[in-house]
């Protein structure tokens, strides 16, 4: 009786709910994930086949594309057609407002400025004469639309910002008092809202390379690049998982894992937030196995491959950063 109640919970049936909403947002979208994973792991310069031209197309769509479709996703769940127009426009004030991709933006953005949109038709469509709906409708979703992209622009600089510094200091944290298994609770938000890169090269790859000189290894190089919280995940996801998402992971873990290319994943989390938790306590697990077996690299692997992280193993850490992946 008591697994019933907690089962029907009014809380437990809000966070399905919003998870349902997230789900609805990025699932429709995983396929183009897929195919941006298998294009960057085979045209960037580290690639299998590295061309310059077509690998201009990673960056683009990353950036602009993905946050594009999830915001025009979001709004349609919400309201059709035009709550996906005005949730597009929206979005690219958040894009444009940041310097890294801004997809969980366009999950704020998105939803908020449909909303809006569809509480106005709400409040005015009865009201509307005759021959005037193509007017209103067309002013009406370009004013609100506007405002929200000025809005979604204004504010989306300084919230990551703040973002960065909290991430920082907790990183800067963990590293002064050696408690390096810690650093999941940072780096696994992070990376989910490509904040990852940030903390990566700005923070972490800094301290590894004055490491490497004296202990000829870092562990700093293993905390972002280290794939394996994200494979077990998406393992996870393939065996116990529920429609698209269980038939796309087992595509997403070799493009991770066998490529690199560890943003195929986020999506996946988006989708289901409770799993950031799943990855941040494999992560946590694995930098705790390299600290007391002795893991390392020898530098930045680049892409967080399989192969490029054995590529950069030193002998002395093969075990080591084998059983913590």
């Known amino acids: 009786m008591g697994n019933s109640k907690i089962a029907n919970s009014p809380a437990l049936a809000k966070i399905r709910k919003f998870g349902g909403v997230m789900s609805g947002m990025v699932m429709p979208n995983l396929g183009a994930f897929v195919g941006w994973g ?3 792991a ?16 990673v960056g683009p769509i990353l950036n602009y594309l993905f946050p594009l479709l999830i915001g025009y996703t979001a709004g349609y769940n919400i309201h059709g057609q035009r709550g996906g127009v005005i949730a597009a426009f929206a979005t ?3 894009i444009v407002g940041s310097e890294i991709t801004m997809i969980s933006g366009a999950m704020v953005m998105g939803p908020l ?13 009865h009201r509307i004469k ?4 193509m007017f209103v409708n067309n002013f009406s979703l370009g004013i609100i639309g506007l405002l929200c992209a000025i809005f979604a622009y204004m504010t989306v600089g300084p919230v990551i910002r703040v973002l960065i510094v909290i ?3 907790g990183v800067n944290w963990c590293t002064s008092h050696n408690l390096l298994p810690l650093l999941s609770v940072f780096m696994a938000p992070a990376q989910v809202l490509f904040l990852n890169n940030v903390v990566n090269h700005g923070i972490l790859a800094p301290i590894g390379f004055a490491q490497v000189p004296e202990l000829g290894k870092s562990i700093m190089f293993l905390v972002d690049t280290n794939n394996g919280p994200l494979l077990g995940t998406l393992m996870a996801i393939a065996l116990f998982g529920r429609s698209r998402a269980k038939k796309t992971a087992p595509m997403a873990m070799f493009i991770a894992g066998i490529a690199g ?4 994943y986020f999506p996946f989390v988006l989708a289901n937030p409770l799993l950031v938790f799943a990855t941040m306590g494999g992560l946590a697990v694995s930098l705790f196995l390299q600290v007391i077996m002795g893991g390392g690299l020898i530098g930045v692997a680049s892409p967080g491959s399989l192969i490029a992280i054995a590529m950069m193993t030193p002998k002395s850490a093969i075990i080591a950063n084998l059983v913590s992946i």
């Not at 085979?42 to 061309?51: A, L, R, V």
């Not at 400025?113 to 005015?124: G, N, P, R, Y």
């Not at 290319?261 to 195929?264: H, K, P, Q, T």
């Open 42 to 57: 085979i045209f960037i310069p580290n690639g299998w086949f590295p061309n310059e031209k077509l690998g201009q197309m």
């Open 38 to 40: 298998l294009m960057a």
């Open 92 to 94: 690219m004030g958040v």
């Open 261 to 264: 290319i560890g943003e195929v």
């Open 113 to 125: 400025s449909s909303w809006l949109l569809k509480k106005f038709d709400q409040k005015v469509q």
């Open 130 to 133: 005759p021959g005037f709906e």
């Open 167 to 169: 991430i920082t200091s």
